[in-house]
T-cell receptor
């Protein structure tokens, strides 16, 4: 069965530091991959997505992610975090040709300390 | 302006009652979905609709019934509510299952 693992439930970094949030998926084919962010009391907002092509994809607010097929990973990165990046980040996978179902990880809560 | 409207934002219901969660999207999308976010669990896919037709149902219980009266509406009727149904329910939409947009959710508390 397809699954998404975000091994870090919580990550704390200092403002201005670099960031990597880890995501691994389980699927034998080539998936569509997403990172979403959820701010308190709000819905999910798309940060970036990978469908095909260049494995490094750029997203909003300076976020990027790299698809490494050999490792089944899609880690999220940011060179320098801001306090406003504090939120919950979800990695998700969609199976090609399916009925639109997104499979989510448990999420990683990012806390940026001033 | 919000592109996906979910109503109400908050809902408190008594065990055994019935509630309808409203979702309308103004993105011109052809597909709509419901997801549930419970404590300590990942977002769970519940239903997907395309052109007002049910495409996928991952909800074991028949107490959860989606209703699509218009192409940009996908409401969720929940009957015989239980405390375990307490969660935030998110509606989403997309064009052909790509570029999903999520609503801000309805937080349901069943007491």
């Amino acid at each position: 069965a397809q699954s998404v693992t975000q091994p870090d439930a919580r990550v704390t970094v200092s403002e201005g530091a670099s960031l990597q949030l880890r995501c691994k998926y389980s699927y034998s084919g080539t998936p569509y991959l997403f990172w979403y962010v959820q701010y308190p009391r709000q819905g999910l907002q798309l940060l970036l997505k990978y469908y095909s092509g260049d494995p490094v994809v750029q997203g909003v607010n300076g976020f990027e992610a790299e698809f490494i097929k050999s490792n089944s990973s899609f880690h999220l990165r940011k060179a320098s975090v801001h306090w406003s990046d504090s939120a919950v980040y979800f990695c998700a996978v969609s199976i090609t040709g399916n009925t639109g179902k997104l499979i989510f990880g448990l999420g990683t809560t990012l806390q940026v300390q001033p | 302006d919000p592109k996906i409207i979910q109503k109400p934002k908050y809902l408190v219901a008594v065990t055994g009652s019935e509630k309808i969660l409203i979702c309308e999207q103004y993105l011109g999308h052809n597909a709509m979905y419901w997801y549930r976010q419970s404590a300590k669990k990942p977002l769970e896919f519940m239903f997907s609709y395309s052109y007002q037709k049910l495409m996928d149902n991952q909800t074991a219980s028949s107490r959860f019934q989606p209703q699509s009266s218009k192409k940009n509406h996908l409401d969720l009727q929940i009957t015989a509510l239980k405390p375990d149904d307490s969660a935030t329910y998110f509606c989403a939409s997309s064009w052909d299952n790509s570029d999903y947009t999520f609503g801000s959710g309805t937080r349901l508390l069943v007491i």
